[in-house]
């Protein structure tokens, strides 16, 4: 995608308006405008192949058997097994489950230990890919969604957990999820809020802006306001997540007080690449500073979830009617 002016991602309007600059961890820097038409963000320039290609090395995967470090993930897979009681209480014991941007595959396994569940992932080509294709009874693509790939109202649920703003056509992938979703099918979305506290106060230095991987965000009022047309009802919405949201209060503050932005997040991925030019010892300050905080900054995320501006959300979806836009590529 290449545009001459800011163009939006999600509904290619160009009325737009200038919020504010960014840099990402490589040190390219880009402008966030938000979409008068539909009111999501999005990057301009818009990313170059090869800046992407880079931003999905092996590096954000993690190089070894697991993203993060192992106390890191016992802690994320607690959060894993949590959603999928959470599916499993929307959708029958035997349905079909399509998981995108599964990563390594660690919510599908957990979720074959809630039910009989027929499990499919989709995940682009790279480590994480790797990991889920030793996931037992799971049906892999490596890649993206296409409309072929699943007949018509096939699927029980479809998840997109912080998936959703990394696509480059998320009303493509929308249009196809609505056909291939079930009368009553569930669809469930979590992704970081452009309508939150976090997004207000720490702009171009949030953790969940995250360029130029996340290319594009909305707030939840929008998001559902767009499915509306694809035949979806929002059933569910959540703005409280200790898993995201103290984290992301936590990183951004670190990302205004050094030049290098998530340095504890790649600390915590075991990326030495990345923070080999960072003292040990501030590193592990850094580490027991997010330890010794995290109830403070978990307080604040409750109270951002009171008035519906937590810094990520999780959003629930019902199939309710047909698709009245077309299902085109």
């Known amino acids: 995608m290449i545009a001459s002016e800011p163009q939006c991602v999600f509904c290619h309007g160009h009325a737009c308006a200038n919020l504010f600059p960014t840099t990402d961890i490589a040190g390219d820097t880009y402008d966030v405008f938000s979409c008068e038409d539909c009111g999501a963000w999005f990057l301009y320039p818009y990313p170059t192949s090869e800046q992407l290609n880079a931003a999905y090395d092996d590096s954000y995967y993690g190089e070894e058997d697991e993203k993060f470090e192992g106390m890191v993930e016992r802690v994320l897979d607690y959060f894993r097994h949590n959603r999928a009681k959470r599916l499993a209480k929307w959708i029958p014991k035997h349905g079909a489950v399509l998981d995108l941007g599964c990563g390594s595959g660690g919510f599908l396994d957990a979720l074959s230990s809630c039910g009989s569940y027929k499990l499919f992932g989709i995940e682009r080509p790279g480590k994480a890919a790797e990991r889920a294709s030793r996931i037992p009874n799971l049906k892999l693509k490596t890649g993206e969604l296409e409309a072929h790939d699943f007949p018509a109202a096939s699927l029980d649920a479809v998840t997109l957990f912080h998936v959703i703003e990394h696509l480059p056509e998320p009303v493509k992938y929308l249009k196809i999820i609505s056909n291939i979703l079930k009368p009553g099918g569930v669809l469930m979305i979590s992704y970081p809020n452009a309508g939150s506290r976090q997004a207000a106060w720490f702009k171009g230095r949030w953790l969940h802006l995250d360029p130029p991987r996340h290319l594009w965000l909305m707030p939840p009022d929008s998001l559902t306001k767009a499915l509306e047309p694809l035949g979806f009802s929002l059933e ?27 340095l504890l997040y790649e600390y915590l991925k075991g990326n030495k690449d990345y923070t080999a030019d960072q003292p040990g010892w501030l590193l592990r300050l850094m580490k027991l500073g997010y330890i010794l905080t995290f109830p403070l900054f978990m307080l604040m995320d409750m109270v951002d979830a009171l008035g519906k501006r937590g ?14 836009a077309s299902t085109g590529k």
């Open 311 to 324: 810094g990520t959300v999780y959003l629930v979806f019902r199939k309710t009617g047909s698709n009245t």
């Open 236 to 262: 569910s919405e959540h703005h409280f997540s200790i898993e995201y949201n103290p984290f992301g209060y936590q990183q951004s503050i670190l990302n205004i007080f050094f030049k290098k932005r998530e």
